[in-house]
T-cell receptor, first 114, second 112 residues
């Protein structure tokens, strides 16, 4: 158990819908990262937040957005869902300091778009 | 754009034999990670390699890093069935933020 929690574990929804994935980092970690894992694209970095502010952005679609709240939990919002958005979405956290970069991954949310 | 390539993509192992997984990356980086993933599960951190020549060992797994060659290897000694999983290497460019760029993964199946 990494200490990172994600909810829900599974999500099944229809095309065109909007969903929110939630992540709570390990206690004390300031950085949260979102990754997408699919058969087509492999593991891809989406976005990083550090202490409430966006720090790095990867191949995140415009239909996707994220935020990190004052209590450091993070949410990933996916809208206008398409079949190709079906994937495993991981959240990871790290302490975020200059020498505290190791990322610990949560259990993931499996999203199925039908 | 940083590219990370692993090979082989699939490795069928016999118990008791030794094997190596290779991870090549395209730009300068001093931080390389190895993760293990069981089917449908999360990523478990195996090793963090932070400098040229770094070598780390845990049980039957040993990882090394050659930053000049931009190459890391994961060596498996005397494979056992419990090591069946997918192994990923990932590189951290170390720029603002610490996003990881992952290799495509190596699926390992250890047969008795």
């Amino acid at each position: 158990d990494s200490g990172v929690t994600q909810t829900p574990k599974h999500l099944i929804t229809a095309t065109g819908q909007r969903v929110t994935l939630r992540c709570s980092p390990r206690s004390g970690d300031l950085s949260v990262y979102w990754y997408q894992q699919s058969l087509d694209q492999g593991l891809q970095f989406l976005i990083q937040y550090y202490n409430g502010e966006e720090r790095a952005k990867g191949n995140i679609l415009e239909r996707f957005s994220a935020q990190q709240f004052p209590d450091l939990h993070s949410e990933l919002n996916l809208s206008s869902l398409e079949l190709g958005d079906s994937a495993l979405y991981f959240c990871a956290s790290s302490a975020g300091g200059a020498h505290s970069y190791e990322q610990y991954f949560g259990p993931g949310t499996r999203l199925t778009v039908t | 754009e940083l590219k990370v390539e692993q090979n082989p993509l699939f490795l069928s192992m016999q118990e008791g034999k030794n094997y190596t997984i290779y991870c090549n990356y395209s730009t300068t980086s001093d931080r390389l990670y190895w993760y293990r993933q069981d089917p449908g599960k999360s990523l478990e951190s195996l090793f963090v390699l932070l400098s040229n020549g770094a070598v780390k060992q845990e049980g039957r797994l040993m990882a090394s890093l050659d930053t000049k060659a931009r190459l890391s290897t994961l060596h498996i000694t005397a494979a056992v069935h419990d090591l069946s999983a997918t192994y990923f290497c990932a590189v951290d460019e170390g720029a603002a933020g610490n996003k990881l760029t992952f290799g495509g993964g190596t699926r390992v199946l250890v047969k008795p």
